[in-house]
């Protein structure tokens, strides 16, 4: 959880002493010694990707390397939308923070589960989706990783009734160990507080374009953005959109800020064609930097 580049950078370090500060518990001791399952509760895991993300952006900014256009998955939205000067990193963690506890409230208050489907189209898990809901209660597909992954969440009998019937077609079908049923309407009202929050904070325009999970549509207005962002806690992750928005206007190498390489995995089978990096590790983070430095100097 980005102990790695806390240790090797300044500049992460100084991200997770902010963010300690604003938190008010001790952010690296956390991630440095769990346990597993405070870090994996929802209030604790959001802060913590937020500010690696964030952190492994501020070193590759610091080694000259600026972004085209941003994107981030979920949670990872806010650390895009601070990596686009939309508002602060410790404004951002306010409101991260808070996103955190509305979504741990709602999940133990409706509770549901979450289920990623392989192997189908679009098409065939939202029509799948229609019949459970009819029968079993709220079942959504909530992320578009990909063309064919498509993770479903809601009630938990109907995430089993649509387990069963995806069994049936799909290659896999593999429950999420997650607190809730994110992007749902059980977050409903939860969106609606955190809607209240985000209207609080001065929104700037984005210094590029973000392409918005709500929707996958590219903007920079501070308006359209934060309108876009109230909707995220009860709407689908949109990425495959989002990925090809920033293909659209010309975006071929991708740097995945924060830990691990899934968004990497996910994007080359949105788009073979696309490079991309990540920053998982101080080398790697280097590596990258190196690379895109050397890119832009040949280019100029």
Not at 287 to 297: E, G, N, P, Q
């Amino acid at each position: 959880m980005g102990i790695s580049l806390a240790e090797r950078f300044p500049e992460a370090d100084s991200a997770f002493e902010q963010a300690s500060h604003v938190l008010g518990w001790d952010l690296m001791q956390v991630c440095k010694e769990g346990p597993e399952d405070r870090l994996r509760q929802t209030e604790v895991a959001q802060p913590a990707l937020y500010v690696t993300g964030f952190a492994a952006f501020r070193i590759l900014r610091s080694c000259g390397v600026i972004p085209d256009a941003v994107a981030g998955h979920s949670i990872g939205e806010y650390a895009a939308l601070a990596a686009a000067g939309v508002f602060g990193f410790t404004e951002g963690l306010d409101l991260v923070r808070e996103r955190g506890l509305l979504m741990q409230a709602a999940a133990q208050e409706h509770p549901g589960s979450m289920v990623a489907i392989l192997g189908l189209s679009r098409d065939a898990v939202e029509t799948m989706c229609r019949n459970v809901q009819e029968v079993h209660g709220v079942c959504v597909p909530v992320n578009f990783n990909t063309p064919e992954q498509i993770v479903v969440a809601g009630e938990k009998k109907a995430i089993e009734a649509l387990s069963s019937a995806a069994a049936e077609g799909a290659k896999r079908v593999i429950p999420l160990n997650v607190a809730g049923a994110f992007h749902t309407p059980l977050m409903g009202e939860a969106a609606v507080r955190m809607k209240s929050h985000l209207s609080r904070v001065a929104f700037r325009d984005a210094v590029c374009p973000v392409a918005m999970n709500v929707d996958g549509q590219c903007r920079q207005k501070a308006q359209d953005i934060q309108t876009a962002l109230a909707q995220q806690l009860d709407h689908s992750v949109e990425w495959v959109k989002s990925v090809e928005s920033m293909i659209h206007i010309g975006c071929d190498v991708f740097v995945e800020c924060g830990t691990g390489r899934v968004l990497s995995g996910l994007l080359k089978r949105i788009d073979k064609r696309l490079k991309t990096y990540s920053t998982e590790t101080p080398e790697a983070l280097e590596d990258v930097a190196h690379a895109l430095s050397t890119a832009r100097k040949g280019s100029s």
